[in-house]
């Protein structure tokens, strides 16, 4: 790290972090303005709603738009950098062009690395406050989802061979029923299991059945047996039974990972949109690293109109990796573009962009 080094990075942060800072104080204005109603009709007070909403609505909104103030950030301090002159003073010094960059690709490692983390674990800790809240004090208020109506009915595959069934489940005291279990092996059933009600059994950490009747099928033989109480391990959780649109938002990256492998086991539909999720929390902190570069290229060439041509630039840039990413998403979640391919698609296109401008860029 020479001072050039230093130089450039220490614009990179400082300009990042202020431009942060100015968009997260204007999201929470415009947010407080459109959900005024919804704060008094709570009857909350204003640290209440500080610690139960905007704790987690701050990290939320920082970090879907984390790749694109990276950018700006970039773009804003290169061109001024540009109009002062000061990149045409550095490559004539002899610094070559891959040497001027390297600050910039040690700020998008920086950032990328920032992102990732918080992606994996302190977004997703943030969200549960915010989907908590808006599905209690805002979602409930809504005539909309009023009018979709919800079944409290869970259908799902417990393993192989294992289907169950629970009737009006109560995610609050974690209580359902009644409830069934089909064992199914060779095209025919082997066990009908029956209960009154399943509860999740805090102390031993297993479900709870009450008024119980199972009954095992053999050949010419049937085998009934009757229980008050029986306590059993299945392969979900109290977690796994709740389905809201914060699901994949609340849960850490290998919390989500175990959530995906067990949606398949029970042979769930509608995985896309998971699996979608889990890539671009990997792919996100790339597109920081790209986007770095592509600022840096673009605002390092000085051209006249100033900061205003480079920043028109930047937003045209934003506009497309938004457009990209959304179409590919859309693909993904409604038709048969694989998950994966949705989420790096926007960095394919992107890389092939800083490959282009790296080469045709006046060095």
Known sequence: MKKLDWYILKKFLTTFFFAIFLFAVIAIVVDVSEKTDDFVRSQLGFRRIITDYYAGFIPHIIALLFPLFVFIAVIFFTSKMAGNSEIIAILASGTGYSRWLRPYWIGGFLMAALLWFANQYVVP????????????????????????????????????????????????????????LYT????????????????????????????????????????????????????????????????????????????????????????????????????????????????AIVAGRKVRGGSGVHL??????????????????????KGNLPPLMAAWIPNMIFLIVVVYLYRTAPK
């Open 125 to 180: 800790k943030a969200n549960v406050l915010r989907g908590n809240f808006e599905a209690k004090y805002i979602d409930a208020n809504s005539s909309y989802n009023a009018l979709l109506g919800q079944s409290n009915h869970i259908y799902l595959r417990i393993d192989s061979f294992t289907y169950a069934g629970i009737h009006y489940y109560d995610t609050l005291v974690k209580r359902g029923g009644p409830v069934f």
């Open 184 to 295: 199914v092996k060779d095209n025919e059933v082997t066990e009908n299991l029956r209960a009154e009600s399943i509860i999740w059994d805090t102390a031993s950490k297993k479900w709870k059945l009450d008024v119980l009747l199972d009954r095992k099928l053999k050949p010419m033989q049937e085998l009934v047996v009757n229980e008050t109480t029986r306590l059993m391990n299945f392969n979900f959780k109290p977690s796994d039974l709740t389905r809201d649109k914060y699901t994949k938002d609340k849960l850490t990256t290998p919390e989500l990972t175990r959530f995906i492998a067990l949606e398949e086991l029970r042979g769930s539909e509608g995985l896309n949109s998971l699996k979608v999720e889990r890539y671009r929390r990997d792919a996100t902190c790339v597109t920081v690293i790209l986007l770095t570069l592509i600022g």
């Open 312 to 333: 028109a630039v930047g937003f045209v840039t934003a506009a497309l990796f938004i457009i990209t990413d959304r179409f590919s998403t859309i693909f993904s979640t």
